[in-house]
């Protein structure tokens, strides 16, 4: 059965920095796409960023634009997201999500969780002020 397993998650001050990673296991399956979205508490999940499976297509939520980057390993089917100069907002769970449909390469269509067959469970990230 595929999985995706997230790791990285922690606590860093704000201003500092961390690195996410999801990778897939448990069969051959070729994500697609993969994306990062986030619940922070009390608050809806929202996408993060997304890329195609050549990273041809890369898309970032205007509220991490400049400061995450989303990049891939396509031969291990994983994802990282670098995410720099945190701030006490980007406090939340973060999941990895990933599809092996191409779908569109629009922000909409990344941002749709319904677009993607697979989560994971989820990697906590407190940004402390």
């Known amino acids: 059965q595929v999985q995706l397993v997230e790791s990285g998650g922690g606590l860093v001050q704000a201003g500092g920095s961390l690195r996410l990673s999801c990778a897939s296991s448990?069969?051959?399956?070729?994500?697609?796409?993969m994306s990062w979205f986030r619940q922070a508490p009390g608050k809806e999940r929202e996408f993060v960023s997304g890329?195609?499976?050549?990273?041809?297509?890369?898309l970032y939520a205007d509220s991490v634009k400049g400061r995450f980057t989303i990049s891939r390993d396509s031969t291990k089917a994983t994802v990282f997201l670098d995410m720099n100069r945190l701030k006490p907002e980007d406090t939340a769970v973060y999941y990895c999500?990933?599809?092996?449909?191409?779908?569109?390469?629009?922000?909409?269509?990344?941002?749709?969780?319904?677009?993607?067959?697979?989560w994971g469970q989820g990697t906590r990230v407190t940004v402390s002020s």
């Open positions: 890329i195609n499976q050549r990273g041809h297509t890369i």
């Open positions: 448990g069969g051959t399956l070729q994500f697609l796409r």
């Open positions: 999500a990933g599809d092996s449909s191409v779908g569109v390469g629009t922000l909409l269509y990344y941002s749709t969780e319904t677009s993607y067959e697979y």
